[in-house]
């Protein structure tokens, strides 16, 4: 089977896409796929690069790869492809849509307003909120370009610098507390990662430095896992999520866990959290290519 790894795209996830990618050409099993790699340089190579294979593995991210967008373009083309749909991958996305979402199925979730100019800020309800905040690009991923700020005076200089990458800016309640990661696969939720940040917050540089983060493979407490668990697979249904995602929360000071994001098309570089929890159930990075490209297959795409 000819399967085509594509990788690069035009978003600000560039970079980190072309190490997935890589990655992923370098260990997958090569006795059982032929390999092409497929580096998107312009939204007209997705359909120009694609025509010879027989299976398309994506290690996009950002826009035009995690939004939806390839996904239809390949839904059309009659190529099959890794992970989510188009439906999904748009949900996701788009934060504040992921977050109606979760607020109409009564999954919990820290509060937020969403702008598209700096008229728009709503300063009352950042106060009811409280500082720290949050703010980040509505649609956008790797934490590019996004803030914790802790006073009123510099909430405008955020949102301006979060509308040059995007045209709409989340500012999200800050929840103080312990951040992990639920990888969802078929349904099932894998071996949770607690992700301890160095700094202030889990930022660009720690997601993908070598030594940027500590990532640990956790057992929660028994009540709190059910919970956690419940929580992350309730998202990812509501999301109409298929074959994998990463599920991201955060756990309180009192014990209390909130969905963050979703991750459509999670990381795949080797400091990537889904191959960690892969691991951790004996599977390896290899392994986990070929659950992705079988079970993917077995899914029935909405035409």
Same mark, same amino acid.
């Given at each position: 089977?000819?399967?085509?790894?594509?990788?690069?795209?035009?978003?600000?996830?560039?970079?980190?896409?072309?190490?997935?990618?890589?990655?992923?050409?370098?260990?997958?099993?090569?006795?059982?796929?032929?390999?092409?790699?497929?580096?998107?340089?312009?939204?007209?190579?997705?359909?120009?690069?694609?025509?010879?294979?027989?299976?398309?593995?994506?290690?996009?991210?950002?826009?035009?790869?995690?939004?939806?967008?390839?996904?239809?373009?390949?839904?059309?083309?009659?190529?099959?492809?890794?992970?989510?749909?188009?439906?999904?991958?748009?949900?996701?996305?788009?934060?504040?849509?992921?977050?109606?979402?979760?607020?109409?199925?009564?999954?919990?979730?820290?509060?937020?307003?969403?702008?598209?100019?700096?008229?728009?800020?709503?300063?009352?309800?950042?106060?009811?909120?409280?500082?720290?905040?949050?703010?980040?690009? =509505?649609?956008? #991923?790797?934490?590019? @370009?996004?803030?914790?700020? +802790?006073?009123? !005076?510099? $909430?405008?200089?955020?949102?301006?610098?979060?509308?040059?990458?995007?045209?709409?800016?989340?500012?999200?309640?800050?929840?103080?507390?312990?951040?992990?990661?639920?990888?969802?696969?078929?349904?099932?939720?894998?071996?949770?990662?607690?992700?301890?940040?160095?700094?202030?917050?889990?930022?660009?540089?720690?997601?993908?430095?070598?030594?940027?983060?500590?990532?640990?493979?956790?057992?929660?407490?028994?009540?709190?896992?059910?919970?956690?668990?419940?929580?992350?697979?309730?998202?990812?249904?509501?999301?109409?999520?298929?074959?994998?995602?990463?599920?991201?929360?955060?756990?309180?000071?009192?014990?209390?866990?909130?969905?963050?994001?979703?991750? =459509?098309?999670? #990381?795949?570089?080797? @400091?990537?959290?889904?191959? +960690?929890?892969? !691991?951790? $159930?004996?599977?390896?990075?290899?392994?986990?290519?070929?659950?992705?490209?079988?079970?993917?297959?077995?899914?029935?795409?909405?035409?």
């Amino acid at each position: 089977m000819k399967v085509g790894v594509i990788m690069g795209g035009i978003s600000s996830e560039r970079e980190i896409s072309l190490k997935s990618g890589n990655s992923i050409v370098e260990k997958i099993d090569k006795n059982k796929y032929e390999v092409m790699p497929i580096v998107i340089d312009n939204k007209e190579d997705i359909v120009n690069k694609v025509k010879d294979i027989d299976f398309a593995l994506l290690a996009l991210h950002g826009k035009f790869g995690e939004d939806g967008t390839v996904q239809s373009v390949l839904q059309t083309l009659d190529i099959p492809y890794s992970g989510c749909g188009p439906i999904s991958s748009g949900l996701c996305m788009d934060k504040d849509f992921t977050k109606r979402i979760l607020k109409a199925n009564d999954i919990r979730t820290a509060r937020w307003i969403n702008v598209s100019s700096v008229e728009e800020i709503d300063y009352d309800k950042i106060d009811e909120m409280g500082y720290p905040v949050f703010v980040k690009p =509505t649609n956008g #991923g790797s934490s590019v @370009a996004t803030f914790k700020i +802790k006073n009123k !005076a510099d $909430i405008q200089a955020a949102v301006e610098e979060g509308l040059k990458w995007d045209t709409e800016v989340m500012i999200e309640e800050f929840v103080e507390g312990d951040e992990i990661t639920c990888p969802v696969f078929d349904g099932k939720m894998w071996p949770v990662i607690a992700i301890k940040p160095k700094s202030d917050f889990f930022d660009y540089t720690q997601k993908y430095a070598a030594d940027g983060a500590d990532e640990i493979v956790i057992e929660l407490e028994k009540d709190l896992h059910k919970e956690v668990e419940k929580m992350a697979l309730e998202t990812y249904k509501a999301l109409k999520c298929q074959v994998y995602a990463r599920v991201d929360m955060i756990i309180d000071k009192k014990g209390v866990p909130y969905i963050l994001e979703v991750n =459509t098309l999670p #990381g795949m570089t080797p @400091a990537s959290l889904f191959p +960690k929890s892969a !691991a951790a $159930i004996e599977t390896s990075y290899a392994g986990l290519l070929d659950k992705i490209i079988e079970t993917s297959l077995k899914v029935k795409r909405n035409i």
